[in-house]
């Protein structure tokens, strides 16, 4: 076939691959090993497997956005199904936000409230599994905790929350500490 009579689609076909994965040489240190990042990536998919199969969670969608939901749906032969919609992990932020919603799982639904205080468990508990299995707990992961936890106790009040628990009382903002002189902890 000339050049003549080709179309842009048999260019296409023809044209080698930009996104190409590199060769198994190149992915490989010295001594043979996976690079660093290889073996960090391993053990976020080892982790992923163990807390799906741990906790009896179905990820219904893996998000490319850094935010998360995890609820359970109840059937009337009396089947329960655990599903999260999560980051998949890739790093130390989006390892925390993947655990905080099996967090929820793991500490059992309805099991603190107000809601504001099961967030902070379900944080505390992803952040402890983190340090506890070696992953790094970043000062971005520890603020996005800080933040999550303002906006839910920000959210309570606003929704007519009176007593704040104690271990809340550290998100407590300056514009919601306003609205009662002194909050009472529960």
Known sequence: MSWFTKTLWDLLIRAPRVN?????????SRDGA???????????DSLVAEMKSTYHVRVR??????????WEVHYHNG??????????????????????????????FGRHKPRC?????????????????GFN???GVEKRMRESMRYAVEKARRRGLKNLPMELLPYLTESNADDSAAPRAG
Not at 20 to 28: C, M, N, Y
Not at 61 to 70: V, Y
């Open 34 to 44: 996976p690079p660093r990042s290889a073996r960090v990536q391993q053990r976020y």
């Open 117 to 133: 205080l099961e967030e902070y468990h379900a944080w505390k508990w992803a952040l402890d599994t983190m340090r506890e299995r």
């Open 79 to 108: 089947r329960t199904t655990r599903l999260i919609e999560a980051p998949y992990p890739r790093g130390p932020m989006s390892c925390a936000i993947f655990l905080h919603e099996i967090g929820h799982h793991a500490i059992g």
């Open 61 to 70: 969608k893996w998000r490319t956005s850094t935010t998360g939901c995890a």
């Open 137 to 139: 707990v970043t000062e």
């Open 20 to 28: 190409a994965q590199p060769s198994a040489k190149a992915t490989r």
